[in-house]
């Protein structure tokens, strides 16, 4: 099996790395060997963010090596061009304009809709890890529907 | 919980082993990236406390081993200079139980004010030096750095990376190691009191236990040789040791888990069998250099590799000699001040007022950036007292009556306090003025509690130590509690006859930082208080 590396990136506060935990989450949850990578500190006040989540049979380094991340998911529009040199020639991009407008049910959950469009792309992930993964990383009274927007986004054909 | 699967980031890894094998107390000051070391032990059930600062937490953390207890302290890598003075003399006496002390360094300085390699230090100090690679080796070199350092008496170093710290992997909770046996005094008087007539005794010792550790690290099981293609072999640690082995996946490689005392004997023949021999280390060529002093022939890195984290496109540029320009990463956006945060209101009037700012660590020193542009100098923690003094000392008048040190509330209690005893003991001609940024938490770090704060890392209840008693106190008559936020005219008054009164002034500026009521709020306690009318 081949090594899936995406790239999740934004501003501090966008739930770049909640987003980042989810996932690793749910390729933890189906018994792959995965890694995940962030910076933390200065991060934090709103400054650019990002995240690496490698997954596969084995994984060396937990950061994602440039021009080879398969996947690059954006939380906001002024970062995709600075993030682009990590994505592989044919990689794909994963950004806010793809999001039906009408599956953000709640304000704050472009991180969990780009979530379900990229999802859509992981053969190796089943729903129901994913469903459990985002029930390990969000408190209770967003849970809901958070998971409303997943599937939604996911289901989308946009 | 034998055998557990987790997905933990390193420093949940320490916690976790720290856990597992009874730590009876852990003590740091946070910084990242080492911060959620305790904050995970705390949360496991674990007695976790933030010190003021890194040399107070070595030394309660070398108390609790005096008295049998397993010991662990916290700290980022600039956090060990500040505990460098217990570091160095601890290596001499026997500890009873176990002393780890963990160092979280940060090459290419994600948050960090310089990159310095801590590998230094366990030289410099005799301290043997574990370093793992991912969340696995953490949880077990925890473990084993428990198991050396109750078998020789000796503190430990477990040294750190961001990206291991940082970084969440698989780890299997293994079964814990033996268990610790119960604290008690048992008195020492020639082993642990470190006049000369004892510390030479202590020095010897140290040598001798170091000589046998070496030994044992031939066969340690800490340093790992993978077979591979003949015609390259490479020796890493750490986390490069991760990134060289997909650079160069069919090469031979001899992982050194433990790097001091190095295992020169089992270097030396991983090195004679391989065609080419390769050091991958990330930061100083410190492992190559203790290699090669061996009189061991190994290939290095192009001086370009010491600055900045390596990667696997760094690797493999090393591996292929190429010291070419590297490409350049387009720059993302920097930090800034949040909406709403205290500071701003402060640093607006420095600019205005166009004071010389002597500058600390912290959210503010983002207040060297535009818009503001009115902080001029930082070095370390607790500096800004100390180079405000001196600038005081030197400048012309004109100049001399504009300088003002700022530090943030953590930061005063960190080293603070002795910059403001020195302000009183040697006054300049001109007079100081030293703001205190109040807000109530050490907020650049995530949002910890401190001597401060009135709550323990638990955020339970505890002494709250107010900085204009303390102030008060040690003789400093002119101390004012503000929030320019509120009222920005009585700021700009008081700096203002300040700057010019020739007298030391002490100015709190107190407003909680915009981000910890919340958080405090759902942690169960409660807000700290505003001295500003609250606003809808």
């Not at chain 2, 007695?47 to 609790?64: F, R, S």
């Not at chain 2, 793992?132 to 170093?157: C, G, H, M, N």
Request: hydrophobic share 40%.
């Amino acid at each position: 099996m081949k090594t899936t590396n995406i790239v999740i990136a934004g501003l501090g506060g966008q739930g770049v790395l909640t987003s980042s935990d989810i996932l690793a989450e749910a390729a933890f949850i189906t018994g792959l060997d995965v890694k995940k990578s962030e910076l933390h500190g200065m991060s934090q006040r709103g400054a650019s963010v990002s995240s690496d989540v490698r997954f596969g049979r084995r994984i060396f380094s937990p950061m994602v090596p440039q021009g080879q991340a398969d996947f690059l998911m954006v939380l906001e529009a002024t970062q995709v061009d600075i993030n682009r040199p990590v994505l592989r020639k044919d990689g794909i991009s994963i950004t806010p304009e793809q999001i039906d407008k009408k599956v953000l049910l709640h304000h704050r959950s472009l991180n969990i809709a780009l979530l379900g469009a990229l999802s859509r792309h992981l053969p190796d992930i089943a729903e129901p890890a994913w469903l459990q993964a985002i029930r390990a990383h969000l408190p209770a009274t967003i849970r809901d529907i958070n998971i409303r927007i997943f599937l939604l986004a996911r289901k989308s054909d946009a | 919980m034998t055998d557990a699967r987790l997905f933990l980031s390193g420093n949940e890894a320490v916690a976790c082993a720290a856990y597992d094998a009874g730590v009876m107390l852990g003590t740091g000051y946070p910084g990242t990236p080492s911060t959620e070391i305790l904050e995970h032990f705390s949360a496991l059930g674990g007695k976790a406390q933030w010190a003021p600062n890194e040399k107070v937490a070595l030394e309660t953390a070398i108390g609790a081993a005096f008295g049998g207890g397993r010991a662990i302290a916290t700290m980022k890598h600039v956090g060990l200079n500040v505990a460098a003075d217990p570091f160095f003399s601890v290596a001499y006496i026997d500890v009873t139980g176990a002393l780890i002390v963990v160092s979280a360094d940060d090459p290419g300085m994600s948050s960090s004010q310089n990159e310095q390699d801590n590998r230094h230090y366990a030289k410099a100090a005799g301290i043997p030096l574990l370093e793992p690679a991912d969340s696995q080796e953490a949880y077990d070199f925890t473990a084993k750095a428990i198991a050396v350092s109750e078998r020789w008496r000796i503190p430990v170093l477990l040294r750190l990376t961001t990206r291991v710290c940082h970084s969440k992997s698989i780890i299997l909770r293994g079964s814990p190691p033996h268990p610790a046996a119960a604290p008690f005094f048992q008195r020492d008087i020639k082993g642990r009191v470190m006049i000369p007539a004892n510390a030479g005794g202590g020095h010897r010792k140290l040598r001798a236990k170091l000589n046998a550790i070496a030994a044992w690290n031939e066969n340690s099981g800490l340093n790992i040789r993978i077979p591979g293609d003949p015609s390259l072999g490479i020796v890493a640690s750490g986390i490069a040791y991760m990134h060289a082995r997909e650079a160069a996946p069919r090469a031979g490689f001899l992982k050194i888990g433990m790097a001091y005392p190095l295992p020169v004997e089992t270097i030396r023949s991983f090195v004679n069998q391989a065609k080419r021999a390769v050091v991958i280390e990330e930061g100083d060529p410190w492992l190559v250099e203790a290699i090669r002093a061996a009189g061991i022939s190994v290939e290095g890195k192009a001086e370009m590799y010491r600055f900045g984290e390596l990667n696997v496109d760094r690797v493999r540029r090393i591996l292929a000699r190429d010291s070419s320009p590297e490409p350049v990463r387009p720059a993302g956006k920097p930090p800034q001040l949040c909406p709403g945060c205290p500071h701003r209101a402060v640093f607006e009037t420095l600019r205005d007022l166009d004071c010389i700012v002597a500058g600390d660590i912290g959210c503010y020193t983002l207040g060297a950036l535009p818009p503001f542009e009115a902080l001029d100098s930082f070095v370390c923690m607790g500096a800004s007292i100390g180079t405000g003094l001196g600038l005081r000392h030197v400048l012309p008048a004109e100049q001399a009556q504009r300088v003002v040190s700022v530090i943030g509330d953590s930061t005063f209690m960190h080293s603070g306090i002795t910059g403001l005893v020195e302000m009183v003991y040697n006054p300049p001609a001109s007079g100081h003025v030293v703001i205190i940024l109040d807000n109530g938490t050490t907020a650049m770090t995530g949002l910890q509690e401190h001597p401060g704060t009135g709550r323990t890392l638990a955020r339970k209840p505890t002494e709250k130590i107010i900085p204009e008693d303390l102030a008060k106190a040690i003789g400093i008559r002119r101390v004012h509690v503000t929030d320019p936020t509120a009222d920005r005219g009585a700021f700009k008054k008081i700096l203002s006859a300040s700057l010019t009164g020739r007298e030391l002034v002490l100015i709190v500026v107190r407003r909680p930082c915009v981000l910890s009521a919340k958080l405090i709020r759902e942690q169960g306690g409660r807000p700290p208080a505003s001295s500003a009318s609250k606003k809808p």
